[in-house]
């Protein structure tokens, strides 16, 4: 792959069961808050698998789209658009009530020192999005956030385990995931709640930031010294298919890749393919935010895309200079600032 087109065609091919699941979602499928990272390749996705599907059924996508050309972009791939600010309460009332809603809709980046607004975005805005589409399926997107850092040895945090987040970013998300799930039980509302970590493609993500560390010659810190990964073309299908499992009271999901992975080792992996020596600084720590996804994996299969397919498309991205969005994940992040 050389051009984004080409990235973004193969993460928004269908597999053969989401087509298959497409059939069984009954009614239109909107997305709250298309306009982050991942909201317009599952769009897409979403629509290619109703076309190959050959049923009718609407893909709606609500941004602000206050900038660039997503709005013109996501309309000539056959995708309605619908111009609102969600924390205004009329533009919020105005939007169709569909049987399936995908909310994408949050903040992380910048909350410390503008955490009212992250609150907000995360905790207040979903039980107004909760009102709004009492009775439909929903899957609200969270984050492995919400669980506390655990040991290497561990294994990941699995749903079952307690929820302790570190900072505010991961308390707003649990709000939200409290918010949702009380406007689920009082309305017998189906959802599903989606704790990904950390989705990735060429162009964003850990795998990147560890890559351009050792094409560059910069340090990389270990102090987050482990990491789960899922290419974004998978997580993005999962959480289209959630929408068949969301129920009352809510399913939970994590979702993210099957391997707990060494920053350390995926770091001596793109220096073998670039041919230099990887910068380190720090040293692991003995635990880290990992998440166990078995119960996904079980339900939809392993991700399609493997971990060394990551790595040999994300060097071979970064040798030949692609595109990349300039947001930072701060994976290393250990205070739960961001």
Same mark, same amino acid.
């Given at each position: 792959?050389?051009?984004? $087109? ?16 497409? =059939? ?34 609407? =893909? ?79 899957? *609200?997107?969270?984050?492995?956030? @919400?669980?506390?850092? #655990? ?7 699995? $749903? ?5 987040? #570190? ?11 409290? =918010? ?18 950390? *989705? ?5 993500? @850990?795998?990147? $930031? ?9 340090? /990389? ?33 994590? =979702?993210?890749?099957?391997?707990? /992975?060494?920053?350390?080792?995926? *770091? ?71």
């Amino acid at each position: 792959m050389k051009t984004v $087109e080409e990235l973004e065609n193969l993460m928004t091919e269908p597999s053969a069961a989401l087509i298959e699941d497409m =059939v069984n979602i009954e009614g239109n499928i909107i997305i709250l808050g298309i306009g982050g990272k991942m909201g317009p390749t599952l769009a897409v996705m979403a629509k290619r698998a109703i076309d190959e599907a050959g049923i009718n059924k609407k =893909v709606i996508g609500v941004s602000r789209f206050s900038s660039g050309t997503l709005k013109e972009d996501l309309e000539s791939a056959g995708i309605e658009t619908i111009a609102a600010d969600l924390l205004n309460e009329e533009e919020l009332k105005r939007l169709p009530v569909e049987k399936n809603v995908i909310y994408m809709a949050g903040n992380k980046f910048g909350t410390t020192g503008n955490e009212h607004y992250t609150w907000a975005m995360n905790a207040y805005l979903p039980g107004r999005v909760a009102e709004h589409f009492k009775g439909s399926n929903i899957v *609200a997107f969270s984050t492995g956030n @919400v669980y506390p850092l #655990v040991p290497v040895y561990f294994g990941g945090c699995e $749903e079952l385990h307690p929820v302790a987040p #570190v900072g505010e970013y991961g308390q707003s998300s649990l709000g939200r995931e409290r =918010v949702f799930t009380y406007f689920s039980q009082k309305d017998q509302t189906p959802l599903t709640i989606f704790r990904l970590n950390y *989705a990735i493609d060429m162009r964003y993500g @850990v795998i990147l $930031e560890i890559a351009r560390s050792v094409y560059n010659e910069k340090p /990389l810190d270990l102090s987050m010294g482990h990491v789960n990964v899922i290419w974004q073309g998978d997580a993005n299908e999962y959480a289209i298919r959630s929408l068949l499992l969301a129920s009352t009271p809510p399913t939970i999901l994590n =979702v993210t890749g099957p391997e707990t /992975l060494s920053v350390r080792w995926l *770091a001596n992996e793109f220096g073998r393919l670039f041919g230099k020596k990887p910068v380190f600084v720090g040293a692991e720590q003995d635990n880290a935010l990992l998440n166990n996804a078995s119960k996904a994996h079980k339900l939809f299969g392993y991700p399609r895309v493997s971990i060394r397919e990551m790595i040999e498309w994300t060097a071979d991205w970064v040798a030949n200079d692609g595109e990349t969005i300039n947001k930072p994940t701060h994976f290393q992040e250990r205070k739960g600032e961001f």
